[in-house]
């Protein structure tokens, strides 16, 4: 069987001492408050640096919406003028597509009359 290891005195700095410490601090930290006659006061400042950290944090997503609002009255002055120049050009696009679409359509249709002016010259007329 193994012998369990004594604690050393390190452990007495290291555990107790520091436990100690606090404890003393925080129950001197009590004491003084209730002691104290200006509680308001302390209560006051405890609570705005409670807050501090999540008005700072707040900041960003502020900061984010601010920023967003700003470029979208940039792109509503700058937009305009480029949607325009987008329209003219698809306008243009769309006039080329239609003439091209016309050019490839041609050759069938001239074909498919053809065909019909021929079925229309060789059919046989009905007998009276």
């Known amino acids: 069987m193994k012998e369990k290891n004594q604690p050393t005195s390190g452990a007495f700095w290291q555990i107790t001492f520091p436990l100690i410490l606090g404890s003393i601090l925080i129950a001197a930290v009590g004491i ?16 705005i640096v409670l807050l501090v950290p999540f008005i700072l944090l707040s900041l960003i997503p502020l900061s984010l919406l601010a920023i967003m609002a700003y470029g979208i009255i940039r ?4 937009l305009p003028k480029y949607t325009q120049q ?20 041609e050759p069938v249709f001239r074909i ?5 002016s021929l ?3 060789f059919r046989q007329r009905p007998q009276d």
């Open 32 to 47: 003084g408050a209730i002691i104290g006659n200006d509680i308001r006061q302390q209560a006051d400042t405890s609570a």
């Open 75 to 78: 792109l509503n002055n700058i």
């Open 86 to 105: 987008a329209q003219e050009l698809a306008s243009q696009v769309e006039g080329k597509i239609k003439i091209l679409a016309n050019k490839i359509a």
């Open 112 to 116: 498919e009359s053809f065909w019909a």
């Open 119 to 121: 079925h229309v010259l």
